[in-house]
């Protein structure tokens, strides 16, 4: 029991208010965010935490750690609180603790303010014990699968009698929001596919979104489509009432077979009198006399701003933080112990954990002689990826059901497959979801596996989501994207990719590569896996291309450099530099070989990867595309958005201006002018003109 301003009340009780007020309070001073939601959740979150999540504040990062996602990002101030109260310590990129707060309660009182640590939803990186970025409705719930399947894996991989290594539960926090969209959907569907039960969703059944009652535009009977997923559905009816939240997640700690799905009833802005249970508590601070209102009814003193009493701080110490720092004690001891006994997984654990790559895994790396008619890039890759993912066992991943049109599949030995109750296999079936595919990638790259996720091109913007928030969270997942252009020919403009390599482009921090022949997949192959902070694509053709002859041409590890010089004039200046990318490279090389025959000097610039060289030194990017140079032509089968930048006001883009068709290579190749007579042409024009 404690007193507070006058009023008794259970440790509980003063804990939880804390955590309302808290998140009421700098709601207010920030004048902007949602405060109804974290005063409503504050028991289920304190519950969790305080009773039972497996989590040491001290050390954020401990692998065997519980997980905590709130999906409803815009509920930030609950996460907030629950760190500050309990005293997670920030963790540095190389995953040193550094002994100071994640989140000060200077940081609240800067709650949405420029370098606070509170920014106005959860940033992974940013912010310590921030599990995953949240904010964009629906991707929490999806991501919390996905660590789930990395637990899964892991502990098939890891675990040895005695030795449980990994054993922890994934939790995520959900509302209404998360619920109506799409990829939580398919996420569930996959997570009771796969009989996921160490993954618990909790969701906020508070029937009010930003518009109002979701009687306005959600009437389905949540229960009984999870049912239908194969969940685990319980309910509470009263989100204050703890003990029935214990008992709900009692009854989720002893479900073996399936996830669980918990129902809580909650009132948002519980205890605010006039904006209890009205969307006005959503999205906007409650004001200074709701405000003190709302404290009135807590037993809280009303003037009191930011208080956090010391003896919730004590409390939370010897709840939280005594378990985990006891449990992380005894799992370290035990990592000492499974490191003697096994080493070498020992030691793959260690690398896994720091994003580092096993000695030797580059060994079996293939080299492709020269071939005229050559072989796919999406063939190539597929040899290519074997022979890493023989030498690097945390590798694992699938497509969403296109394995054998994407070339992904895992086909060594023992590779296996990943499947319900076997979870240690290597090959991910995610079904048609593309979505939910790359949302679980999220979770899995999070939980330290490496994954990839394959799918046709033109479904990754099925996929935006989840990777606009892999660049924002700096993680290494590798997206496979095949039948990368017109080039596919026969499935017509539903499935021709014209505007995605632009847009893929046009996400910061997010590696594109469009190899030109199965050497330059080796390389890109080879730059991808040494990634650590930044998502790649890796875009690959349908169609097969010529392997190039690297005694005639540059070799293939320029790719390393985003761009270089393929083949130059056999002396002197160029006049006309043709730049390409993919399947275009080639069809620039015969341009060159017709025009170097006619005598002129052609250079040709293969260009997998704008990102990586504009990583370049402004000497390097200027040795491949000379600025005096001015006769320029850039040929890919895709939008020409952006590559003005490269060919200049002087240059030509040979690109796609409208949607393809259905019809055979060859014939798509002439209407489009991606032929050697029409690149000539283009290139007669273009030095016809600069004599002029
Ligand atoms: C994908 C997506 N669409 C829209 C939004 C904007 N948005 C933020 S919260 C919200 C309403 C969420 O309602 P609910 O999940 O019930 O949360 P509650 O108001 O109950 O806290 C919306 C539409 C968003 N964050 N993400
Ligand atoms: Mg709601």
Redesign the pocket.
Known sequence: MAVLSGVTQTIDTLSINTIRTLSMDAVQQANSG?P??PMAMAPVAYCLWQRLLRFDPEDPIWPNRDRFVLS????SMLLYSMLYLTGVKAVDPNYETLGKPAVTLDDIKRFRQLDSKCPGHPEYRWTSGVETTT????QGLATSVGMAIAKRWMAAYFNKPDYELFNYNVYALC????MM?GVSGEAASLAGHLQLSNLCWIY?N?H???EGH?ALAFTEDVATRFIGYGWNVTRVGDANDLEMLTHALDIFLNTNDRPTLIIVDSH?AYGAPHKQDT?AA??EPLGEDEIRLAKRNYGWPEDAKFLAPPEVLDNFREGISKRGKELRTAWEAMLERYKKDFPELAENLRLMQRRELPSGWDKDLPAFPADAKGLATRDSSAKVLNAVAKNVPWLIGGAADLAPSTKTRLTFDGAGDFEAGQYGGRNFHFGIREHAMCSALNGMSLSKVRPFGAGFLIFSDYSRPPMRLAALMEIPVIYVFTHDSIGLGEDGPTHQPVEQLASLRALPGFLVIRPADANEVTEAWRVIMQLRHEPAALVLSRQALPTLDRSRYAPASGLAKGAYVLADPPSGKPELILMATGSEVSLCISVYERLSAEGHKVRVVSMPSWEIFEQQSPEYRNSVIPADVKARISVEQASTLGWSQYVGTDGITIGMKTFGASAPLKELQKKFGFTPDAVVAAARELLEQRRQ
């Open positions: 949602h109804g939601t409803i990002g815009h509920a904010g964009p409705l629906g509302g209404d929001g998360d969209e906020d508070n009010i979104t930003i979701t948002i969307e959503h999205g």
